[in-house]
């Protein structure tokens, strides 16, 4: 561990700007911080883990770490990163977001801690209840127009042909009211986030300091995105989100297993809380034996344990090892069928499967794998094709239901990364041949 907090973030790559003498006053005192967490959803999802990161690091170096749950502001919705305006939600819809969303920062954050406990707040506490006359006469006249169009958040949307409404307008105040709020009933003098709040950050630092001629301070982080220039968290499946009913833990451990190995390390440095020497070592396991992926199992098996718990950990390393190798004929179906939830598949009536079997190069043009049975049967010739993880060789191959998974499922795998999955169903429909290649993602370890 650093010094101190600063430091801390600097090492691991979490510092994109920060206002002057925030970095003195994080090494000199205990400082009480908070980041705003948007209450658009009733779960939060990997993109909000390095803002959560930043907070319970905050806490375990004996800071003071305030999580604002956005149920004013999310009525109002926050134009940063947004090309169009957001649909607005109820009270109704917040308030069960929000319950959602304090359920999982209780994962990383100890609101029990007997010396710096961390906070949950609500700012609909304060922003319901504000008058418009005296909001516009004690706050509104220290925002100029000019301020606020001269902010990136607001500029770009000013260059969309939708523009930006009064209403998202005002988001800006809003969020520096917040900041006053907390600084004046906790003595807050530190906000964090991502580097996109930069300027709603500063504008509530500019209020303190006309207010209160108090200094007050903003840190913001890197957006992440991957090495291939995708938003990180979004992958052809969906979003990866943190609640288990949204993403199960065996597809959340798998994205996080899936890592390119230009990113892991830094992941590892974003998302674990463990220290430079121990992330140095997995550094030059990438660079010695990035075969071995050990960079990518001790990153899943952290974070998945951190937001689901060490069980689930258990279970989709054990799933995975069956997964991935022969012993998947071990499991049952409902199992494959479990762990591959997110898998494309299909069901099949062809009674093709209880006689002299199907065309292995049939099912991979049917399924999407192969553009056509030409395609199927050069990958088959190729060794590229795996039939419940067993290679298959020729392409004159006929699948039987007796080679199915308890007679009812097949995996179709085109190397290790694409599957597909097939369920006999003689009661349903047959497979239909389709000429297009699909994208077929499902689980994957390299």
């Not at 000199?28 to 909000?48: C, M, N, Q, W």
């Not at 709020?181 to 964090?192: A, I, P």
């Not at 199992?335 to 049939?362: M, N, T, Y």
């Not at 009812?408 to 369920?423: A, D, N, P, W």
Request: charge should be negative; aromatic fraction near 8%.
């Amino acid at each position: 561990m650093a010094a101190d907090l600063f430091s801390e973030f600097e090492w691991r790559g979490m510092v994109v700007e920060s206002t002057e003498g925030a970095r003195d006053l994080l090494a000199r005192e205990k400082v009480t911080a908070y980041i705003g967490f948007d209450p658009t959803a009733s779960s939060l999802h990997v993109g909000s883990l390095l803002v959560i990161m930043a907070l319970a690091r905050l806490q375990r170096f004996g800071h003071h770490a305030i999580a604002i749950a956005g149920g004013g502001t999310g009525m109002i919705g926050d134009p940063s990163g947004k090309a169009q305006e957001r649909t607005l939600m109820s009270l109704e819809q917040i308030e069960e977001n929000l319950r959602g969303i304090k359920a999982q920062l209780a994962h990383f954050l100890d609101f029990d801690a007997p010396t710096n406990p961390a906070r949950i707040v609500n700012n609909a506490d304060w922003l319901t209840k504000l008058n418009l006359m005296e909001f516009l006469r004690d706050i509104g006249k220290y925002f100029t127009v000019n301020y606020m169009l001269a902010k990136e958040s607001v500029k770009r949307r000013l260059e969309q042909e939708e523009g930006i409404s009064y209403t998202e307008f005002t988001y800006l105040m809003l969020q520096a009211y917040d900041f006053l709020t907390l600084y004046d009933r906790y003595g807050c003098r530190l906000q964090m986030g991502g580097s996109d709040q930069w300027g709603n950050i500063t504008a509530g630092c500019d209020l303190i300091r006309k207010l209160r001629g108090a200094q007050a301070h903003g840190l913001v982080l890197p957006l992440v995105t991957t090495s291939s220039g995708v938003k990180f968290g979004k992958t052809e499946a969906g979003t990866i989100w943190l609640d288990p009913q949204r993403t199960s833990p065996f597809r959340f451990y798998q994205f996080w297993l899936n890592t390119d190995d230009r990113d892991v390390v830094a992941y590892v440095k974003y998302f674990t809380f463990l220290d430079e020497q121990a992330i140095a070592a997995l550094e030059r396991a990438v660079v010695a034996a990035p075969e071995t992926r050990e960079a990518q199992r001790v990153l899943a098996r952290e974070v998945t344990g951190a937001v689901h718990g060490q069980e689930a950990v258990a279970r989709a390393e054990r799933a995975s090892a069956l997964l991935f190798g022969e012993g998947i004929t071990e499991l049952k179906a409902d199992e494959v069928l479990a762990v591959l939830e997110d898998a494309p598949s299909s069901e099949s009536s062809d009674q093709r499967f209880r006689a002299d079997g199907v065309p292995i190069a049939e099912l991979l043009s049917s399924t999407g794998l192969a553009s056509s049975k030409s395609e199927a049967a050069r990958l088959v010739r190729s060794g590229g094709v795996y039939v419940n993880n067993r290679r298959v060789t020729d392409e004159r191959k006929r699948l039987t239901q007796d080679e199915a998974i308890e007679g009812t499922v097949f995996v179709l795998g085109r190397g290790q990364r694409q599957k597909h999955v097939i369920k006999l169903n003689f009661g349903g429909p047959a497979l239909t041949e389709r000429t297009g290649n699909d994208e077929n993602t499902g689980s994957d370890e390299k």
